[in-house]
């Protein structure tokens, strides 16, 4: 049974983005090809609701490792409209979602109700947890853009980008970056070349991501390697197979 929104939450979510210059901060994305860094945007009262339930949802973590490339856990999308009513609030604030198009000047939505990965948890438990360099890649047909809200932030662990890595006209900038909670970050999923340094002892740090697409079809073929690497990668088989509720065809996508 899906949640009900959080009305609190949702306007302090579009108390703090009227509070931006939103014009200044299309013109960073659009100066860092793509890419947006907005330190402590969101308030302990959108914040601390969310912290809450990443620990409500903490017994659904699947824990997944890739050698050389994954170790860490996540939450799906799945869980999280079925016990995380502030975050699904951030998922489907139409004023976040205004905020996102203006920032991206795309006319993104989200991601279909299938798709585990629209929004998810990421958990940053045990020593050595990270994700090597990657791109958002979108199996989508259109352009696929990635949110990430910092929600605990107990760690060594940072953020490392690599500004305008797609272009070989341009020298790489990089940028190493704790999303300490309510810290956001957007970006181009295919322009930003990014990966999360490994954990240290005693440590730990969750993240939400958020999902948007310019157009949400999807291929079959695209559609069965999406499907895998969320099994493999991410969710788990029992999770991204055994669909769970009554929800439109499976067309789900993933991170590369
Ligand atoms: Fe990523």
């Not at 002892?201 to 073929?221: A, C, I, K, W």
Request: contains cysteine.
């Amino acid at each position: 049974m899906p949640v009900a929104l959080l009305p609190p939450v949702a306007d302090e979510i579009s108390r703090a983005l009227a509070a931006l210059d939103v014009e200044s901060v299309c013109a960073t994305y659009r100066v860092q090809n793509e890419f947006i860094h907005l330190d402590r945007l969101f308030p302990e009262s959108v914040v601390a609701p969310m912290v809450d339930e990443v620990e409500r949802v903490r017994a659904g973590i699947n824990r997944n490792y890739i050698p050389r490339h994954k170790k860490g856990g996540s939450v799906s999308y799945y869980t999280l409209r079925e016990q995380a009513p502030a975050v699904l609030t951030l998922y489907r604030s139409p004023a976040f979602l205004d905020f996102v198009r203006q920032v991206t000047g795309a006319p993104v939505q989200r991601c279909p109700e299938s798709d585990p990965h629209a929004c998810a948890l990421y958990y940053y438990t045990e020593p050595g947890d990270h994700i090597g360099f990657h791109y958002d890649t979108s199996y989508y047909k259109g352009t696929r853009y990635t949110v990430l809200l910092g929600l605990v932030e107990r760690s060594s662990s940072r953020l490392v980008c690599q500004l305008h890595k797609d272009d070989p006209a341009r020298e790489v900038r990089e940028l190493a970056l704790a999303t300490e909670p309510g810290t956001l970050v957007l970006f181009h999923g295919d322009k930003l070349w990014h990966k999360i340094t490994p954990l240290g002892e005693n440590e730990e740090r969750v993240s939400l991501t958020l999902e948007y697409v310019t157009d949400p079809g999807m291929t079959p073929v695209k559609r069965f390697f999406s499907n895998m690497k969320d099994a493999v990668a991410y969710f788990g088989f029992r999770s991204v197979f055994t669909r769970r509720g009554a929800s439109p065809p499976f067309r789900p996508s993933s991170h590369a």
